[in-house]
């Protein structure tokens, strides 16, 4: 599981270095700290980034909102942002609210509201709402990742590392090659969040990975995949081999 990578725009230390200390303490990783709007144009493209914290004031011009603004309409350059900020300027905010920040946090900032700005902003970037509040569920899903909360922080798994999923009770374990994981969701709605051409429901308690199909046992009912691990195949979930070339 990996951790989740933050980049800070932030022109004053003392506020850059509270913000890193919260977040390192709760596994975040920092790829980085921009004091400009230059320096974080730089960053944000030279490192994986999952979401920012903007101060809106950067040298006493609002170029945070001028960042947000650049981001929003570099294809594939939106991330969930939240913005930093002491000023009750009235059209300042009025701006800044145009990018569609996901939260609005005023300096000082504590803790808590910190940690679950970053939680909200994952929900609502990616339009799944009261996940990460509730009881039911603990993971957000992206075209990459799964972002998963564990205690305070949040952490991430690469989609495309998953070999299989499979449901037990209220939780589902996800499977790579390396590790295990278990996070609270059902199978029914992972696998309408997922890539259906990719992520292959088999059975009724299992999801695979179709990039890691190895061999396809219609006679035992089973999918083979590297590992060797073996898969359920159901009768009522096998229309998809029709679309794949891996049979025995």
């Keep these: 599981m990996d951790k989740i ?7 004053t230390p003392e506020q850059s270095d509270a913000l890193s200390k919260v977040l390192l303490a709760h596994n975040y990783n920092i790829v980085g700290i921009a004091r400009n709007f230059e320096d974080a144009l730089k960053l944000f493209y030279a490192n994986t980034v999952d979401i920012i914290v903007i101060d809106v004031f950067l040298d006493g011009n609002p170029d945070g909102i001028r960042f947000a603004e650049t981001i929003n309409i570099v294809p594939n350059g939106a991330r969930p942002f939240v913005f930093l900020t002491s000023s009750q300027d009235r059209q300042i905010f009025e701006r800044a609210k145009l990018t569609k920040p996901f939260s609005f946090l005023m300096k000082p900032f504590n803790e808590l509201e910190i940690l679950y700005a970053l939680e909200m902003a994952f929900e609502k970037f990616y339009e799944q709402t009261n996940v990460f509040m509730g009881d039911d569920e603990d993971t957000v899903i992206s075209t990459d990742y799964l972002f998963i909360k564990k205690k305070n922080a949040l952490k991430k798994v690469a989609l495309k590392e998953i070999l299989f ?3 037990e009770d209220r939780y589902c374990n996800i499977i790579t090659e390396k590790e295990k994981y278990v996070i609270m969701i059902s199978l029914t709605k992972i696998s309408e969040l997922l890539n259906p051409s990719k992520f292959i429901r088999s059975h009724r308690n299992y999801i695979v990975n179709a ?3 190895e061999e396809i046992i219609l006679a035992d009912n089973l999918i083979l995949l590297k590992g060797n691990h073996h898969i359920k195949l159901s009768d009522t979930y096998k229309d998809f081999i029709k679309k794949i070339n891996i049979l025995s």
């Design 5 to 11: 990578n933050i980049l800070i725009i932030e022109d």
């Design 165 to 167: 999923i499979e449901v």
């Design 211 to 213: 990039d890691f199909i």
